[in-house]
């Protein structure tokens, strides 16, 4: 016969079950709370980063006084090339074209932007926009700016086309 302080096998397994289902419920009530706070920073992640590029695409854009020069001696190609850049938006940039005239000689060969009042982030993302390189770039303070110029495009013999986000093809430096 059995004596009376041995433990009954069944209130074991019940006891250790009510352990183990109380440790699992802290475990499923911790991975809850984890899932919302990750939840609550991807949502906070996600809305700020929508609004700033909401921002960035409600902006008008910069409008740049340019003058277009003609640096490799092809009859009319500032003037034409002006026409085709008045108005038109690229990137974040609209181009008010005041200026179509010759540069100082013809033999550039390739095309480049001088930037007077353009700071140089945003005269390096024209550039990458317009197919130029960071070496077509050249920033430079101008005393004499009658005409309130941003940039000057100085268009030399790698005159090519690129077609802007509005689908049209313009001859670009």
């Given at each position: 016969m059995k004596s009376g302080n041995t433990k009954n096998p069944r209130s074991n397994a019940q006891r250790k079950a009510s352990g183990f289902r109380w440790k699992s419920r802290l475990l499923?009530?911790?991975?809850?709370?984890?899932?919302?706070?990750?939840?609550?920073?991807?949502?906070?992640?996600?809305g700020r980063l929508s609004s700033t590029h909401a921002e960035r695409n409600d902006r008008p854009p910069r409008v740049l006084r340019t003058q277009i020069l003609n640096g490799c001696g092809q009859?009319?190609?500032?003037?034409?090339?002006?026409?085709?850049?008045?108005?038109?938006?690229?990137?974040?940039?609209?181009?008010?074209?005041?200026?179509?005239?010759?540069?100082?000689?013809?033999?550039?060969?390739?095309?480049?932007?001088?930037?007077?009042?353009?700071?140089?982030?945003?005269?390096?993302?024209?550039?990458?926009?317009?197919?130029?390189?960071?070496?077509?770039?050249?920033?430079?303070?101008?005393?004499?700016?009658?005409?309130?110029?941003?940039?000057?495009?100085?268009l030399g013999r790698t005159v090519r086309p690129v077609t802007t986000p509005a689908g049209t093809a313009v001859d670009t430096p």
């Open positions: 499923d009530a911790a991975i809850l709370v984890s899932t919302v706070v990750v939840g609550v920073f991807v949502f906070s992640v996600a009859s009319g190609l500032a003037a034409v090339f002006g026409d085709q850049l008045a108005g038109l938006a690229i990137e974040e940039f609209r181009f008010d074209v005041v200026d179509r005239d010759n540069f100082d000689n013809f033999k550039v060969e390739r095309s480049f932007i001088i930037a007077y009042t353009l700071p140089p982030e945003d005269a390096l993302r024209l550039a990458r926009a317009l197919g130029l390189s960071e070496n077509d770039v050249s920033m430079m303070e101008r005393t004499d700016n009658p005409w309130g110029l941003d940039i000057s495009i100085v």
